[in-house]
């Protein structure tokens, strides 16, 4: 199900249509998400692939996403249309795409399968089809999503029941929930939260509602500094945090969630929770097909350089965002960082020189409070120490950096990121070469 389309982006479809693709591309890229299009654009920036049609992005969607806004669409302050444009609008003029979905990569013979029998073959491969959100790990949900006050801002087709929801809540046990799972945007299961308590109690409804958050890791925050303002804002609005606690069932016949204590102080059995309004973080993994194709580490991550972002193994396979083994929060942040770091080095290793550009785990997460608040938390995320860009206190909720995530971020993500114009904070941008056409 897509989102209808804004005005303005609608326009721009006409002069971008979907190419036949060829058999054989220099540059092969998985995924027309926030990764592949950043780096698709960033390779039209240079010589090798200036205005030729020699890169391909792979992808089955129709629609692409600014998913960042999707906290504020199930809070009830954006249309799920104003973060939808359509797909040959982002796709850069220099690249071809095959709208197709990769059932398997072949890294030996250079090759890429698709779900519909294609075999496009590649000089160099950037692998970012993002994470998968696994609802069916989750005994009950599948058929409970959308229906009865349950709902999740992390599937397109699902974020505006969140405020439909919250819309006809009449108080009881709002509960929100994120898995132990490593998921996208940390921050995004409580920030919903923040949104929903904040509109119970403009409507009156606070003394009758329990405001209660379960998340199956042991601390609220990855970052301490955030934490700590976290759980302040969670004392003062009187809301519960239970930690440890994973859901695994729904069940939506008796409004019951179930969750599993998962070890710590509190220690292990079954929990089960009566729900008026459930908001499920569903437990994400990487997509089968990469262990498949044997570009995996342990755990099912394409298995990168932490620095470089080349594959382990296979040097011309590339891999950044969501889906890649980067032990970082998982964020568009991050991939703005990541980005122009997989460009240097991808055309570097295009060019036969050594990858001299680095990612040190830089990533964001601006953490919602309210209608007009907002943390915004900026770290390292290897070493989880704040990496602040602004000369003032970011775990203080502030007005200003609400209309910085409101009214600015999107438009740096359209206009710049996904046009190659944008690598992320000051350290990264001499990365953003001007066009080199020598
Ligand atoms: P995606 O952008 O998800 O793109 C992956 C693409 O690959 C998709 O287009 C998909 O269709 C395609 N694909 C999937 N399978 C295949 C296949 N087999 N073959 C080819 N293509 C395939 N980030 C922030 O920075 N700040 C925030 O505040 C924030 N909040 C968020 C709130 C929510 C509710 C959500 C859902 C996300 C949020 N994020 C936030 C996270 C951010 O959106 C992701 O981290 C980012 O989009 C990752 O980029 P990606 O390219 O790796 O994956």
Known sequence: ????????????????????????????????????????????????????????????????????????????????????????????????WLKARVSKIEPAANVVRTDDGKEIAYDFLVVAPGISINIDKIEGLKESLGKDGVSTNYLAAHVEKTFEFIKAFQGGNAIFTQPSTPIKCAGAPQKIMYLAEEHFRDKGLRGQTNVSFYSGIGKIFGVDKYANSLTE???KRDINVNLLHDLVAVRPDKKQAVF??????????????????????????????????????????????????????????????????????????????QSGVTTANLLSAIEGRPLAAAYDGYTSCPLVTGRDKLILAEFNGYTLQPRETFHFDQSVERPSMYRLKADMLDKIYWELMLKGNWVGPAPFRPLLNPLDRN
Not at 11 to 19: F, G, K, N
Not at 28 to 51: E, S, Y
Not at 281 to 295: K, Q, V
């Open 233 to 235: 804002v969670c004392k």
């Open 260 to 337: 599993k204590k998962v070890g710590g102080d509190g220690g292990s059995g079954e929990v089960v929770v009566a729900y008026d309004f459930l908001h499920v973080t569903p437990p994400m993994g990487p997509l089968p097909f990469i262990r498949e194709s044997g570009l995996a580490d342990e755990a099912g991550w394409v298995s990168v350089d932490r620095a470089t972002t080349q594959h382990v193994a296979f040097k011309n396979v590339f891999s950044l965002g969501d889906s890649s083994s980067l032990p970082t929060s998982r964020t568009a942040a991050a991939v703005a960082a």
């Open 1 to 96: 199900m897509h989102a209808a389309i804004a005005p303005a982006a609608r326009r721009s479809l006409a002069t971008v249509s979907a190419a036949a693709p060829r058999q054989q591309y220099r540059v092969v890229v998985v995924g027309g998400g926030a990764a592949g299009v950043t780096v698709a654009a960033q390779l039209g920036k240079h010589a090798a692939f200036f205005n030729k049609k020699d890169v391909l992005i792979i992808e089955p969607s129709d629609t692409h996403y600014y998913q960042p806004l999707w906290t504020l669409v199930g809070g009830g302050l954006k249309s799920l249309s104003s973060t939808a444009r359509p797909m040959a609008s982002v796709i850069p003029s220099h690249a071809d």
